[in-house]
């Protein structure tokens, strides 16, 4: 498994476009068996993966071993940092969820303000980037899709809101995993020494904020329509010009991880201040449903019940009952401070180990090792061994590790026993387990594709669209978080590519590289895995096509103004944004 492998971009009759029809392949039936056939992500991320290993031997001749150590790195660098960061998040939040103060914190945020546009905008969009910060991977949307319904949000109402408030945090989610995931696999993919985890955080921060400016009214408009816009604009703007700005700073300035993180508390606290001297002018019973035709899109036939947003208009309905609970009880102000420190521990920590010594330290041995995957020998087509082939371990530095360690504190402060938190760990993974087999199918997928050259021919390809690909970037992104439902999963497997076209057509690759995390953020509402989670959150488990009607338009609409600012920061007039 010794055998050293040169990279070959043209191996079917030295014609880029004909070996680009072969390098597809793995991408179009990872495409289809997602979207056409609708078959369980890490299933057709498997079958995907076995499709690049054949092409990669049979066509680009790349040695068997070879090929296996390949998937085999992808699928360790998948586990470790990518998964080991979202179990442990998701295994802090669980705890939250053991101890009872997630419905503390729950019930905290629906007194904040009677207002049901203001109390989306604090949940869907300011708590749900929280958690996307943390956890990602449909965290937010299942959770906020809950606390929405049980403010008395109708199901389909609920699904919608949260689908959309995913968007602007979605490219620092899970602590920045998808800006690392790009930050590695592009590395090796060029020769622009900006192509980092930092530089490309900075770049992907200079793009998104317009997302978080935007987002907020559109939530208020998709809850309330005109009316909401003109009542509720004041804490949509206030919310969204604060996160942006967090945003923009945290990543240039602080610390990409911390971005979400940074920018979710800004928001929520400026909202939160904003409402001491500020009120709507009124606040609508949103939880009363419009009396509906029969027949009426949306409404069901035969013995099937009223669709599930058909509440009383007394407020009697599940949804209503909820809204009274939180209404009625009350929380002591040391239970509600006990909700937010697990959120305030992980600052802590993280803010700690971002400290320039204490960074420095944890990034020498032994606490971060830096070895070449053993028996993988890659060189790239220049000649030079591919720097993706070396593996980095940094087991102490991990933003999963210090995950652990919030969580460990997490559970003290919140009084969860250690029997309790272990079974919570247990059951995290156990949640996570498809998961966690996409994941490492999609990441073994990306490096047989980095690794063999196909990323290359398609590169190759792509690059005669010349200038216009800068438009195309966005979209390429939009297409694989669509398809994938992960922006760490469109990075891996178009990072390279964008990188690649990039330098062959002569455009900026800190631009193209930045621009697919951008545009992919918003592929996540209306990817088959995240409708999934939101209608089965919301016990609409076969109405997903219900869910993506309400949400593909502000898809669209959202990304073509990413591509619009794609395209003038690769021209004069904004090109002074790109670091």
Known sequence: MSDQFTIVTDPVGNSVALSALFAVLPLLTLFVLLGAVRMRAW??????????????VGIYSMPVGTALLSASEGAAFGFFPILWIVINAIWVYNLTVVSGHFDVLRRSMARISPDMRVQAIIVAFCFGALLEALAGFGTPV????????????PPLRAASVALIANTAPVAFGALATPIVTLGTVTSGAGDDARLTTETLGAMVGRQTPLLAVVVPLVLVAVIDGRR?????WPAALVAGVVFAIGQFLASNYISVPLTDIIAALMAAAAVVLLLRVWRPAESPDLRVAQARPAGAAGTRSGDEKDPPDARPADGTGPAGRAAAVVAERRDTP???????????????????????????ALAREPWTVAFGWPGLHVLGTGGKPLSSTTFTLGWLPAAGTLMILAGLLTALVLRVRPGAALRAYGRTYAELRHAIVTVMAVLALAYVLNQSGQTGTLGEFLAAAGGFFVFLSSMLGW????????DTSANALFGALQVQTAERAGLDPVLLAAANSSGGVLGKMISPQNLAIAASAVGMAGREGDIFRRVVGWS???????????TLQGTPVLDWMVP
């Open 556 to 566: 669209l609409l959202l990304l073509l103004l990413m591509c619009v600012l794609v």
């Open 334 to 360: 040391v239970e509600v401070v006990r909700a937010y420190a697990p959120y305030l521990i992980i600052i802590a920590i993280f803010s700690i180990a971002n400290l320039g010594p204490v960074k420095s």
């Open 479 to 486: 297409i694989g978080v669509a398809v994938t439902g992960s």
């Open 228 to 232: 909401g816009v003109r009542q509720a």
């Open 142 to 153: 299942a959770v906020t899709v809950v606390m929405l319904m049980a403010l008395g949000f």
């Open 43 to 56: 299933l057709a991320g498997s079958i995907s993966l076995l499709v690049a290993l054949v092409v990669a």
